[in-house]
T-cell receptor, first 116, second 110 residues
């Protein structure tokens, strides 16, 4: 069990640029989640996948955000035309889906995005 | 009303004491309850999870759930300075996504 892996750990970019983050879940986990966390707040749900299917997207997720999990393994989160308000820690988590109740989600180390 | 509410703290307890962290939630359909520990600048780390009313113990940690009162708590016995962190309460309902509180900052003093 190598844990959830995220890359890069830090990303600094200028406003208006596009950025892409990668997440590799725990190998046997079929569910993968993306969250965003700003200072002093709890993580906020963005979207999640079961295998390669994207099952839910937050209404807070603007059209500039897109996520994929093409082969049901790793996932990417892309932010187009970044804005100052996108500065946050982007967290990926994974879990096993076995039906209810929901199994615990395990988080990666996160990608910290800073918009200049 | 926030969906998951926690006192932001800081909660200060002396070393060796019991720390009691509390969380209330608004959705009566919530089914699964989780406590995560988060050190400054780090990602959340799972501490405990509980599904049924009552207590669940794991080492120095005890999670308590009261669905009628929509209340979940985390007790940390024999608190250590290394327990100083922010503790996040999170719930899920029929949907799989976690809904987090803003966290309670715990300080364990020497």
């Amino acid at each position: 069990d190598t844990g959830v892996s995220q890359d890069p750990r830090h990303k600094i970019t200028k406003r208006g640029q596009n950025v892409t983050f990668r997440c590799d879940p725990i190998s046997e986990h079929n569910r993968l989640y993306w969250y965003r966390q700003t200072l002093g707040q709890g993580p906020e749900f963005l979207t999640y996948f079961q295998n390669e299917a994207q099952l839910e997207k937050s209404r807070l997720l603007s059209d500039r955000f897109s996520a994929e999990r093409p082969k049901g393994s790793f996932s990417t989160l892309e932010i187009q035309r970044t804005e100052q308000g996108d500065s946050a820690m982007y967290l990926c988590a994974s879990s096993i889906w076995t039906g209810t109740p929901n199994q615990p989600q395990h988080f990666g180390d996160g990608t910290r995005l800073s918009i200049l | 009303q926030k969906e998951v509410e926690q006192n932001s703290g800081p909660l200060s307890v002396p070393e060796g004491a019991i720390a009691s962290l509390n969380c209330t939630y608004s959705d009566r359909g919530s089914q699964s309850f989780f406590w995560y520990r988060q050190y400054s600048g780090k990602s959340p780390e799972l501490i405990m999870f509980i599904y049924s009313n009552g207590d669940k113990e794991d080492g120095r940690f005890t999670a308590q759930l009261n669905k009628a009162s929509q209340y979940v708590s985390l007790l940390i016995r024999d608190s250590q300075p290394s327990d100083s962190a922010t503790y996040l309460c999170a719930v899920t309902g029929t949907a799989s996504k976690l809904t987090f509180g803003t966290g309670t900052r715990l300080q364990v003093t020497l």
